[in-house]
C-alpha cells in the first residue's frame, strides 16, 4: 500500500495533479468472460479470458476518452495505467 502512495507522489510531480480520475474493474460476469468458460470453470480459473477482456474494454474507454472526446479533450500523456491484484 505503501508503494501505491509512492507511486501516485511521483506522478503527481512528473505531470500535475489529474483533472480526471477514474477507476475501472473487471466484472467475472461480463458475457465475454461467462461464455468462454468450460463446464465447471470459474472466471478465477481463466486469468487470459479475464484480462484479455479487461484490455478490450479499457481499449474501448480510451477510445471513447481519447478519440471521440466523449467527456471532452482529454490528454492521453498523463493516462497512468496501475493494476493490482488482492
Same mark, same amino acid.
Not at 15 to 40: A, V
Given at each position: 500500500? @505503501? #508503494?501505491? $502512495?509512492q507511486d501516485?507522489?511521483?506522478i503527481?510531480a /512528473?505531470h500535475?495533479k489529474?483533472?480526471m480520475?477514474l477507476t475501472?474493474t473487471?466484472n467475472? @460476469?461480463?458475457?465475454?468472460?461467462?461464455e468462454n468458460? /468450460?463446464p =465447471? @470453470?470459474?472466471?478465477?480459473n /481463466?486469468p $487470459? %479470458?479475464?484480462t484479455?477482456d479487461f484490455?478490450?474494454?479499457?481499449g474501448q %474507454?480510451? #477510445?471513447? %476518452?481519447?478519440? /471521440?472526446?466523449?467527456l =471532452?479533450?482529454a %490528454?492521453?500523456q498523463? +493516462?497512468? #495505467?496501475?493494476?493490482?491484484? +488482492?
Amino acid at each position: 500500500m @505503501q #508503494q501505491n $502512495d509512492q507511486d501516485a507522489m511521483v506522478i503527481v510531480a /512528473r505531470h500535475g495533479k489529474p483533472d480526471m480520475f477514474l477507476t475501472m474493474t473487471c466484472n467475472p @460476469q461480463w458475457s465475454e468472460i461467462s461464455e468462454n468458460l /468450460r463446464p =465447471g @470453470q470459474s472466471p478465477e480459473n /481463466r486469468p $487470459d %479470458l479475464t484480462t484479455k477482456d479487461f484490455n478490450l474494454k479499457l481499449g474501448q %474507454l480510451c #477510445q471513447d %476518452l481519447f478519440k /471521440r472526446h466523449i467527456l =471532452g479533450t482529454a %490528454l492521453p500523456q498523463n +493516462l497512468h #495505467q496501475h493494476s493490482s491484484t +488482492l
